[in-house]
């Protein structure tokens, strides 16, 4: 069995127009975070692959520098390009044990009550 102190969660939450990275250990505590924007992109360049290579590279050094192992990946949103920073994210040198989508699907509610009629 790995060693838990070596083992972190990542959290990947897209938005319409921004990509957020959450690095945290095994309890929870927040060991690192950043942003697309945070690579000096901005407006639709944020959600350029580019700026999600960056990212991911930026996520490496604070791996190694935290030394963490493997980590658990977490997924959140509906951003649209979702699957393009997932392929770079296998690319990288970062080791997944579970990659998790925790996106909310909508069901568009309940119905709303018809109007009266006098």
Known sequence: MQNQAHIGILFLSFSLNNIHFLLTDCTGQIKSWTTARKSRS???KKNLPLSSFELIKFLEKKTKDLNYAFL????KGWGHNKKNVFKILKQ???KFI???DTTTCPHNGCRIPRKRKL
């Open 98 to 100: 579970s990659v998790i």
């Open 92 to 94: 990288s040198r970062l």
């Open 72 to 75: 658990h990946v977490r997924i």
């Open 42 to 44: 901005k407006g639709a």
